[in-house]
Antibody
Framework: EVQLVESGGGLVQPGGSLRLSCAAS????????MHWVRQAPGKGLVWVSQ????????RYADSVKGRFTISRDNARNTLYLQMHSLRPEDTAVYYC??????????WGQGTLVTVSS | QSALTQPPSASGSPGQSVTISCTGT?????????VSWYQQHPGKAPKLIIY???KRPSGVPDRFSGSKSGNTASLTVSGLQAEDEADYYC??????????FGTGTKVTVL
């Protein structure tokens, strides 16, 4: 059974940093492209970032480009999202997702990031 | 990277059908056959129900079906059941290897 478990969320002040982790199991993590998707409270889903299997190719939404960095450790079956210069509008539940062909195939339960003073 | 447009709400009685539209552009929905649909119950993670416009993952009832015409994709839920009450989101692959989600539709079973 595919399992994705996010962690690392919490309360951070504007301008601060946070690193999210996503522990994967039940599938061949090293062969899977991965995504981060976020959802602000009461709002819709927004794609944040994508990474290929070996970490050599990454993509970002314009809203986070230059502030967020996606990475992975295939030896630890773990996906990361390093977030810097956080803004109140970054407040959201952050989901990691295992990619299918042009789709978001499996999802974690999400971790809440709150940016507030 | 503008969100795909979905109606805010849709409703139907048990046993009826409801169809949700998802309108984009030729740079996303119209340009690729990588439209997906997700079901999200309150407080839960999204669940993939349709991928590559028309395909259903194993375990998803055949009451859920997808289609596309031009820049608009659609999800139809036939034989509505109480457990179908949820938020539904479309997504599409887009130019420059990016992804975009729809604005979301709340489906109510009357």
């Amino acid at each position: 059974e595919v399992q994705l478990v996010e962690s690392g969320g919490g309360l951070v002040q504007p301008g601060g940093s946070l690193r999210l982790s996503c522990a994967a199991s039940g599938f061949t993590f090293s062969s899977s492209w991965m995504h981060w998707v976020r959802q602000a409270p009461g709002k819709g889903l927004v794609w944040v970032s994508q990474i290929n299997t070996d970490g050599s190719n990454t993509r970002y939404a314009d809203s986070v480009k230059g502030r967020f960095t996606i990475s992975r450790d295939n030896a630890r079956n773990t996906l990361y999202l390093q977030m810097h210069s956080l803004r109140p509008e970054d407040t959201a539940v952050y989901y990691c997702s295992a990619a299918g062909t042009g789709t978001f195939q499996s999802w974690g339960q999400g971790t809440l990031v709150t940016v507030s003073s | 990277q503008s969100a795909l447009t979905q109606p805010p709400s849709a409703s139907g009685s048990p046993g009826q059908s409801v169809t949700i539209s998802c309108t984009g552009t030729s740079s996303d929905v119209g340009g690729y056959n990588y439209v997906s649909w997700y079901q999200q119950h309150p407080g839960k993670a999204p669940k993939l129900i349709i991928y590559e416009v028309t395909k259903r993952p194993s375990g998803v009832p055949d009451r859920f079906s997808g289609s596309k015409s031009g820049n608009t994709a659609s999800l139809t839920v036939s034989g509505l059941q109480a457990e179908d009450e949820a938020d539904y989101y479309c997504s599409s692959f887009a130019v420059n290897n990016l992804y975009v989600f729809g604005t979301g539709t709340k489906v109510t079973v009357l």
